[in-house]
């Protein structure tokens, strides 16, 4: 599954956060940024509950409390 996170600011934040999540045999995979649109390919977890894990990660950080961003399936 491909998930997508538009954020204005702080994508290597993003970037290094979810690439180096490792919890319940979830994996992110970094697959391409283009403009502020940060590509990951997603195993072992589906739809709202990925997106769902990715804002509460963002969220959990001091950048991600002030951070606007989106994140959607594709």
């Known amino acids: 599954m491909r998930l997508i996170v538009n ?7 993003i970037i290094n956060l979810l ?3 490792r919890e319940n045999d979830v994996e992110f995979q970094f697959v391409k940024k283009t403009g502020l649109r940060l590509e990951f390919e997603v195993s072992n977890i589906e739809g709202p509950a990925a997106c769902s894990l990715v804002n509460t990660l ?3 950080t001091e950048t991600g409390k002030v951070l606007y961003f ?3 399936t594709v």
């Open 70 to 72: 989106t994140v959607e």
């Open 58 to 60: 963002i969220k959990s």
């Open 19 to 21: 690439t180096e999540y």
């Open 7 to 13: 954020a204005p600011m702080a994508s290597d934040m």
